[in-house]
């Protein structure tokens, strides 16, 4: 994996256990490497982070989804990469948008259930971590590992 | 995105999906136009797999809306202004 500096966690609905854990992990993973990580997601996916990491220990930078769609559309702000958290169909929209305003390094972590099907609905390239799994985060984490 | 939730729209499809949106639009209405994701629309961009397809109904537009928790609606909501740009700008 190429070096980067900075990275975006964009998180999906905070339904599915396994997102909030492996988010935190993926954070501390990239800034052991050095990279600056902010974390976007809805109100109550960032509250689940927060409560998880009350010390901002791997969670420093947060910020509400629209408002980071809305900064990245208007150039005000920029990430080297991109990882997007998937397990429904919305999560495919929000990983096409970006790959379509943002110029970054971008993977899909998909899982739970439906990990499969929506990881061969993703119709361009970009870099996919996926486990059929929706509370058991040990095998999301060991893609993850095999891959940064 | 809190501003078209305070709009008066209406919900043609809820709890749907990208594709299901795209083919009713270009399914129920003559005058489409196809953007880009993140396209701007009433001060929000549009989240979506490209293209999205936004269909024009009098002096109304309908497009996807989506959410990360309840998936995409269609919704129609009265925009000339967005009609106008639409239509000057052509889509994609």
Redesign the interface.
Known sequence: MNRLNNALLLLGCPELPVQTGIALYLANKLAKNDVDVTIAGTRSAINLIKVSDPERNYAKKMIDLDRCIENIAEKQMDFDSCFVFIHNDAGISYLATIQSILNANLSAIVFGGDAETLSSAIEFECGKIVAKTAHNPIPLKKKIDEVI | ??CIEEMNYEILLKNT??KECREFVESNFKEIYKV???Y?MFD???????PVVIGIDGDHVVFPY???????FLLRVRGEEEIASLRVGGGI
């Open positions: 995105m809190g999906s990208f880009k994701p993140g701007k929000v961009y549009l989240i979506g797999v490209p989506t959410k990360p928790c309840y998936g995409t």
